[in-house]
């Protein structure tokens, strides 16, 4: 188990086959793991894939004009991004009201349940690359995919199968990033 931890990494380029149904109720399931204080499980998840990924690429480009202007260049090029897997999953952080869970660890959580998913990815032998970026954050994605005015994007993770070698995991120099309270 802990090998797995320690070699996942993510792979920028994935192709076909996406996870099969099986596949894709496992990383559910494992996502659905993620720490939830108060069991409230603040995340849905949005499958995107065949001609959804096409749809998806021009809701993107939509997204991009909120933000400035595109060329149309830039335009046809952004939209085949969503084309770099063969299936897209929108992690969505869908708070719920509670008197002691903060939206704040509720929007953690979701995170979690998205690095749970790459992680279980992984673990089943299939590639996974969390995307974001800042048309996530636009009215436009949040129309398109039907969030509501609580809801917001936390990452889309893609998945596939790798194609070609996945980069090695670099090492961490853990006395970099650790510290130890004393009072």
């Known amino acids: 188990m ?3 931890l320690l070699s996942r990494t993510s792979v920028p380029k994935l192709m076909a086959p996406a996870p099969s149904p099986e596949q894709l109720e496992q990383i559910i399931q ?7 204080h108060g069991r409230l499980r603040p995340w849905r998840f949005i499958v995107i894939e065949g001609l959804g990924l096409d749809s998806f690429g021009q809701l993107m480009v939509d997204s991009q004009r909120e933000n400035n202007e595109v060329d149309d260049e830039f335009a ?3 939209a085949k991004k969503p084309h770099r897997a063969p299936m897209i999953v929108a992690v969505v952080c869908s708070p719920k009201e509670h008197p ?3 939206e704040i660890e509720q929007i953690i959580s979701a995170g979690a349940a998205a690095q749970l998913m790459v992680t279980a990815a992984h673990a089943i032998g299939l590639g996974a690359m969390w995307r974001s970026g800042s048309l ?5 994605m949040a129309r398109g995919l039907g ?3 609580a809801e917001s994007l936390v990452g889309l ?3 596939g199968t790798a194609a070609g070698k996945s980069p090695r995991p670099q090492p961490l120099d853990s006395a970099n990033y ?3 309270y004393t009072g």
């Open 178 to 180: 650790v510290s130890y």
């Open 30 to 36: 494992a996502a659905a793991r993620a720490a939830d």
């Open 157 to 159: 993770v893609y998945l």
């Open 2 to 4: 802990i090998e797995t």
């Open 100 to 102: 002691k869970v903060p």
């Open 136 to 140: 996530m954050f636009t009215e436009t």
């Open 76 to 78: 046809a090029k952004l």
């Open 147 to 149: 969030l509501n005015d």
